[in-house]
């Protein structure tokens, strides 16, 4: 049975599954809908076309789904899909997408963002990612699943975060980051591959060697990019994580590749 503490403002039209629990003070529009088992703790503002999925929890002080902070935004119907399962901690702003941006904002499944983090507009979360305390993403970010963004960590827009990716504290990432990499600095530069995620993901040895080999190929010295791209699908391309890093490194991208400051040994 829904349960709405009567301090609670929640339009009529809103959409609520019958194992809702909407805390004290907390405001929900009419266009909102949310799932099975979602709780709203107090303070908690949900606004705009916004659906939350089943069991994700949000906590104090919360502003989800309001407009986008985006001077071309002019008032058009646009949506904030968020998964199932997710825990959004105290301060947590996400908003909802543009003309611009395909109209939508999309968070996936399993995801963690704690206090003070921000999802723009546009942006395309994957499942599992964690967001530290004030990491943020402009608009336009993609995000594969399983990426960590570092604390205080600000993402440029339009960049795309690999899956498995590792962004460390206070990094500012301007270009895009490949699967599996890890990347830090003011202006982020790649250090690596995501060892530590890796092994905690479960991926095998063979599979973390292989990936370290390709690795060393794709950013060495000799010829082009897409030269040592080509050399590392031949030799690797059976991996499936190494094709997952050359997809990655060979589609479009407005932002260029986030790359080592030297040569990786």
Avoid: W
Wanted: glycine share 12%; hydrophobic share 40%.
């Amino acid at each position: 049975m829904t349960q709405i503490h009567p301090s609670a403002v929640v339009d009529p039209k809103a959409q609520l599954a019958d194992s809702v629990s909407i805390g004290p003070f907390c405001v929900v529009g009419p266009n909102v809908t949310l799932g099975e088992r979602v709780v709203l703790h107090s303070h908690v503002v949900v606004e705009g076309h916004t659906s939350i999925g089943e069991a994700s929890e949000l906590f104090p002080f919360a502003s989800i789904g309001h407009a986008p902070q985006d001077l071309k935004f002019s008032g058009e119907d646009s949506t904030l899909r968020i998964g199932c399962r997710n825990r959004i901690r105290e301060h947590v702003t996400m908003n909802p997408g543009t003309k611009g941006g395909g109209l939508e904002t999309v968070v996936g499944d399993d995801g963690l963002f704690m206090v003070g983090a921000h999802v723009a507009h546009d942006c395309k979360v994957g499942n599992g990612v964690i967001m530290a305390n004030n990491a943020t993403f402009a608009g336009h970010v993609e995000v594969g699943d399983f990426a960590i963004i570092g604390g205080l960590a600000a993402v440029h827009q339009f960049v795309r975060i690999g899956a498995h990716a590792m962004i460390g504290g206070m990094s500012g990432v301007e270009q895009d980051v490949i699967p599996f990499g890890s990347v830090m600095g003011e202006r982020a530069n790649l250090c690596g591959l995501n060892i530590v995620g890796l092994k905690r993901r479960g991926f095998d040895k063979d599979a973390i060697n292989d990936m370290r080999a390709a690795y060393k190929m794709l950013f060495g010295e000799e010829g082009t990019l897409q030269d040592r791209a080509e050399d590392v699908s031949a030799r690797f391309g059976e991996e499936e994580s190494v094709r997952q890093i050359l997809s990655f490194v060979q589609a479009q991208s407005s932002r260029g590749l986030t790359k080592p400051r030297a040569q990786p040994e």
